[in-house]
């Protein structure tokens, strides 16, 4: 797949998802890969450890370093770096970050035919009960936040400039697993509240403001870190495929089936609590997403993803141990 030299860059390459990608890339045998993150005082660095590439770059210096020319045989940018939160109001760093930093991006692959995928998001699909990922309907979209706005703000970009064409953009629904420790009030609810529910302590969940939905029924479309970055690799690999793709699992689930799954991951009796959601994200809340898988199963990809239940038990036993992926 890669010829000898060729180059992969991977933005948010000590984050989250981008570490686990890493992860990946090195079990099928690719360590040339750039890194490019801002490693703070986070403990993100740890995303990183044990794993092979051929260079770090801190993301500040990285569009300097990459206009420049110095940089060689580029064969694909794989861009999942981003400011990722939902309460952080900057719009201009938001749009600093999440926008103008990957269109110079997406213009510099195509300029030096290099394959550009990145990150898209599933906050661009606002409180609609449309997750239909047809790139005709994007103009039709209302994000609820700032993130999900700029999000949206590329997706469009990228269409209308006729780049779409030439790269591929994963709306990313709500991924959780190893590796999202760093993360702090972002990370999902396994992580946060794992310690508690071994210790007999019980999950709160956020009440719901919305009558078609009773208290811990909101539903999201949880998918396990390891499904994501399956599908990422495997669009990896087919190079002529192209376009904005959902990246969830198609079944939605509530809250409380998620905070059941851990107690039973851990053998504990389910204690569910209720409590006030912060009055700040009230009106941008989304309380039900679910892909539309169509155009992904369309597109090839057979993958399995694995039930809620077994996914909370394989992360649980990296809980347990402190462990990374």
């Known amino acids: 797949m890669l010829k000898s030299k060729e180059v992969i860059i991977l933005t948010g390459g000590a984050g989250f998802i981008g570490s686990c990608l890493l992860w990946k890339f090195n079990q099928e045998g690719i360590d040339s890969v750039i890194v490019v993150d801002n490693l703070d ?35 694909a940018i794989i861009h999942l770096g981003a ?5 952080l109001n900057d719009a201009a760093y938001f749009l600093k970050n999440n926008y103008e930093y990957s269109k110079r991006l997406a213009v510099w692959a195509d300029a030096h035919t290099a394959r550009f995928i990145y990150a898209s998001s599933a906050a661009t699909y606002g409180g609609g009960n449309d997750y239909d990922d047809n790139e005709s309907k994007l103009s039709n979209l209302r994000p609820l936040n700032i993130y999900g706005y700029t999000k949206h703000l590329f997706d469009i970009w990228m269409l209308r400039s006729g780049l779409l064409k030439k790269s591929i953009g994963f709306k990313f629904f709500n991924v959780f697993g190893p590796n999202e420790y760093h993360k702090g009030e972002m990370m999902s609810i396994i992580c946060k509240r794992f310690a508690d529910v071994k210790s007999g302590r019980p999950v709160c969940l956020f009440k719901s403001y919305h009558p078609d939905y009773k208290d811990g029924e909101q539903k999201r479309d949880f998918i396990y870190v390891k499904d994501a970055i399956d599908v990422v690799y495997y669009f990896f690999t087919k190079p002529h495929k192209t376009g904005i793709f959902n990246l969830g699992t198609g079944c939605a689930q509530s809250w409380n089936n998620f905070a059941k799954a851990i107690f039973l991951a851990v053998g504990k009796k389910s204690k569910i609590e209720y409590i006030e959601m912060p009055s700040r994200i009230r009106n941008k809340y989304q309380y039900f997403t679910q892909a539309n898988m169509a155009k992904l199963r369309a597109a090839g990809c057979r993958h399995k993803f694995m039930s809620l239940e077994k996914a909370v038990k394989d992360y649980a036993v990296y809980l347990d141990n402190g462990s990374y992926l």
């Open 41 to 75: 005082t986070s403990s993100k660095w740890k995303n990183l450890s044990g794993k092979h590439f051929a260079d770090y770059i801190q993301k500040d210096d990285f569009l300097g370093i990459l206009e420049s020319g110095k940089l060689r045989s580029i064969k």
């Open 83 to 87: 400011c990722s939160s939902t309460t």
